[in-house]
């Protein structure tokens, strides 16, 4: 059997690395490149974030190819029943982790990597990012010792990959906490000026939208992922189990027509610049309809209506057959 040293120089080490844009999972993935590491990125997409890259299947990482993985329903049946729990809002940190460090060692085989590695520094989040919760995400996953943390390393016990010495623990950090100054500081040295913000991650811990979600999940039981990323647009309402969301501007009004699907009802008053509504539900009869036009005549300027001798409402059921976006 080879030394993991002489291992190391004939074959190309390869390693996945779970990023996110943000500046800790650039600064993990020049790390690994620094010692020579083939870096495989991979980016998860759902409503609650990246939504942006939905119709991807790779993008550019720090001139990488990045696997774009779409989350599906299974996911949200996760956000549905945490088994560990949430946040500060809906947003179930570790059982997230959990699932996206499983499909990355799904990769990981597929590949042929050696390991993973992911931005995560130790207690920058009280949730997730805490020894107990490394250790339960390997233990959950079946990953244990094949998860690196770069940024962390030597303040954590050393990792398959170091112990192999295919990685060389010594050029690995040791931070830790909120504070992002040595991080910026890395950046500075690197060049590392393009990177998202730190507060522009997972929808689920913003109030607002953790309440939406709350909402969606008690009224409509069999919501999926399509329903998650309409609530992020518009203005939303109920009626009993019957979702309703309104646009606010013109911008929303393509938005929201653009993730309709099979069934939805869609209306809008005629030759008069108002709101958009979708109308998403199983019984959508008369009474609906008109609960939702009374909504949108709400938003809608009165002076644009009195220039309009009788409403005239155009009023579509979607028939198309409905394309998944996830």
Known sequence: M????????IMKIKAIGLVSGGLDSIIATCLMLEQGIEVIPVMFVSPFFHSEYMKEKEIDFMGLKAKIIRVGDDYLSLVKNPEFGYGAGMNPCIDCKIYMVKKGAEIMAKEKASFIFTGEVLDQRPFSQRQKFFDIIEKKSG???KI?????????KPTIPEIEKIVNREKLLAISGRSRKQQLLIAQEKGIKTYLPPAGGCLLTDRIYAG???????????CDLDDAELIKHGRVFWYNSILIVI????????????L???????????????????????EINNEVIEYAKEKVL?????????KVPSLLWEIKKTLAPYEEKY
């Open 143 to 145: 990953m244990e010792g």
């Open 298 to 306: 709400t938003y809608t300027k009165q002076e644009k209506l009195k």
């Open 247 to 258: 646009g606010r501007n013109e911008c929303e009004n393509k938005i929201i027509l653009n």
């Open 260 to 282: 309709t699907k099979k069934n939805d009802v869609s209306l809008v008053i005629k030759n008069v610049p108002s709101p958009l509504c979708i109308i998403r539900g199983n």
């Open 212 to 222: 939406k979600i709350k909402e969606l999940f008690e009224k409509r039981q069999q």
């Open 2 to 9: 080879w030394h993991p040293v002489v291992k190391f120089l």
């Open 148 to 156: 690196l943390r770069p940024l962390s390393a030597l303040l954590l």
